[in-house]
């Protein structure tokens, strides 16, 4: 990637965004997700393929590279999780 | 073997026909309402269009651990060949790692990605799939055990061949080709090759009809 790391509010963007064109959210339900709005397990949409699609569309927007011993179910368990997991791995 | 193809016409002689190349796997499912959608304003804009099915996908017969990547191209330069008139390829994601091969006046394509992104999604969906089963998985072992045996991903079964050639494709460079991305800067649209539930876009299939339909004219074609 070629882009400069975006910063917390470019990062919580990205991740709605991205969230929104996997889960098929629409705009309004991704700016309304909060740290404690649960994701795997809780939204339907969010299957094992969601879970994948995510992961390498993470690594695509925020120029960053996910090991899968990293992945653990607590990442997915809330936005927030996934949040803090995206800008600790932006930071390197 | 020519595979079932979906093809529509326009009223009257088509000025060209563009040979629509589905994204691979999944993705083609979740784009396939809205390509056929463009197919159909393709029509509209006096072209007829057609989108066949890859050996292996949709509701071909040939079972698709039989399949790879040299195989579907193959089969597209065949379908492109029995095509009549000037051929434009607008190929769609992971269509761009097999469009090269085909003889056409002029390449499109949409968002296109490497092969080792598209592999690397499905091997999660298996780690993911396996660990809800109690399995540990990784990208490593998947990838060693593919290199002697079907790899069974997301519903997929691939062959060595197959996943050794997805992991290295890269969609090659043709002449002339119109590449372009969703966004500010291309298609105004929603990537739906990514969507967990299949959706569907008439706004951006209107879209991506009348950018194919200018990138043709100002390829001299028609």
């Not at chain 1, 809780?42 to 925020?62: G, I, K």
């Not at chain 2, 109690?134 to 062959?159: D, F, R, W």
């Amino acid at each position: 990637m070629t882009e400069p790391a975006p910063d917390a509010t470019g990062v919580d963007a990205t991740l709605r965004a991205l969230l929104a064109d996997v889960l098929g959210l629409g705009e309004a339900r991704a700016a309304a997700l909060t740290d404690d709005s649960g994701l795997f397990g809780e939204l339907p949409e969010f299957d094992s393929m969601a879970v994948a699609t995510v992961l390498t569309e993470m690594e695509d927007r925020l120029g960053i590279v996910i090991d899968d011993d990293e992945v653990d179910g607590e990442i997915f368990e809330t936005y927030g999780n996934l949040l803090a997991f995206s800008w600790r791995k932006v930071n390197g | 073997m020519i595979e079932h193809l979906l093809r529509i016409d326009p009223v009257g002689a088509p000025r060209a026909t563009v040979l629509i190349v589905p994204p691979l796997f999944e993705e083609a499912n979740r784009t396939r309402r809205t390509l056929v959608l463009a197919m159909s304003a393709l029509a509209a804009h006096g072209f007829a269009a057609v989108l066949p099915d890859l050996p292996g996908q949709n509701e071909s017969l040939v079972p698709l651990v039989e399949a790879d990547l040299t195989r579907w191209q193959d089969a597209l330069a065949e379908v492109a060949a029995a095509i009549d008139g000037p051929v434009i390829a607008a190929s769609v994601r992971g269509g761009a790692l097999i469009d090269h091969r085909a003889g056409v006046a002029a390449w499109w394509r949409l968002a296109p990605v490497g092969g080792a992104s598209l592999l690397r999604t499905l091997m999660r969906a298996r780690i993911a799939a396996d660990r809800e089963a109690g399995l540990n998985s990784s990208l490593e072992s998947l990838q060693a055990a593919a290199e002697t045996a079907p790899l069974l991903v997301a519903g997929n079964a691939l062959s060595p061949a197959m996943v050794a050639q997805l992991g290295a494709a890269e969609a090659q460079s043709v002449e002339p080709l119109r590449s372009i991305a969703l966004g500010a800067d291309g298609i105004a649209g929603t990537p739906l090759w990514l969507r967990a539930e299949p959706g569907e876009d008439a706004a951006m299939a209107a879209a991506l009809a009348a950018d194919i339909a200018a990138w043709s004219t100002s390829c001299g074609i028609s």
